[in-house]
């Protein structure tokens, strides 16, 4: 049996040091395509050291600080998770925000598994992750589902649906975002390096006809989009974000974005514009402070 639910979910945490400094920042931000046009302040914010008011962090860097390949996913290294990572796909993300993230630091990943749901057949593990400064303080807590096929009837709980579905009314707002063909290449450098979004045999291999576009760099470019547009720029202003990957979104194609203002935050999707809409973000929000 690749996953004991019950081993899983009482083994100790598994604790990771993380480090980070602006270049990592700069980079991150660079790979969601910051800094275009070059000379706009409001790109700056993000990718120059000097910029007035100091080097803004998106909380979503939260994720990847440290190039560990993503602040969360050591519990596949946790007893009772025996796994294959080809079975491996990654179904949503959710960030609190307890405090910025500073542009330089060190930090303590503690994770767990908090749950193990039964889905039929695949299992889904709510992984939890927290963030804690050299203070003793949190700085964000994630919780990511990771859904393995093939290791779902164990007879568990199905857990709950975790739908979010988008008003029904217009959005407030539409806007698209051009992504560049090495964007995956790019975004890699962070520390994912899932050859998924670099090596066209191990896409094709997945059914793909080339490699995709990490679904937590769709999702930071969503993050940041509506931080650009609706928060004035203020990184800082994002308390808690969320999102369920619901397919996929390959280098250079545009993505469309539609975003309505509600009484619990901004909901929001995203499409691929140059597929017919096809869904690659639902289910999400962006709450602000």
């Not at 709510?126 to 859904?147: A, H």
């Not at 808690?240 to 974005?257: D, I, K, N, Q, W």
């Amino acid at each position: 049996m690749p996953i004991d639910a019950e081993k899983a979910t009482s083994a100790p945490p598994v604790l990771t040091d993380v480090r980070w400094d602006e270049h990592d920042v700069r980079l991150y931000h660079l790979a969601l395509g910051a800094g275009v046009p070059e000379t706009d302040p409001r790109e700056l914010r993000y990718t120059y050291e000097g910029h007035e008011r100091g080097l803004r962090v998106l909380p979503t860097f939260g994720v990847v600080a440290g190039g560990t390949g993503g602040v969360g996913f050591q519990v596949f290294d946790l007893p009772g998770v025996d796994i294959d990572l080809a079975d491996v796909l990654h179904g949503g993300q959710e960030i609190t925000v307890h405090r910025p993230l500073p542009a330089a630091g060190r930090a303590t990943a503690t994770t767990r598994a908090a749950a193990v749901y039964d889905k039929g057949k695949a299992a889904v593990i709510v992984q939890e992750s927290t963030l804690v400064g050299e203070d003793g303080e949190p700085l964000i807590t994630q919780r990511n589902q990771v859904f393995v096929h093939g290791a779902g009837g164990f007879g568990g709980d199905r857990g709950p649906s975790g739908r979010l579905p988008a008003p029904d009314r217009a959005p407030d707002l539409v806007t698209e975002i051009p992504t560049l063909r090495q964007q995956a290449l790019l975004y890699r450098l962070t520390g994912d390096r899932n050859p998924l979004h670099a090596d066209p045999a191990t896409a094709r291999r997945a059914g793909h006809d080339r490699p995709v576009l990490h679904g937590l760099c769709t999702f930071g470019m969503a993050v940041k989009a509506v931080t650009d547009r609706l928060l004035d720029g203020d990184a800082d202003a994002v308390a808690a974000c969320r999102t369920r990957f619901a397919g996929v979104f390959f280098p250079g194609e545009t993505l469309r974005l539609r975003v309505w203002e509600t009484p619990d935050g901004f909901r929001l999707t995203a499409t691929a514009a140059d597929r017919e809409d096809a869904p690659v973000l639902t289910d999400a929000r962006i709450t602000a402070r």
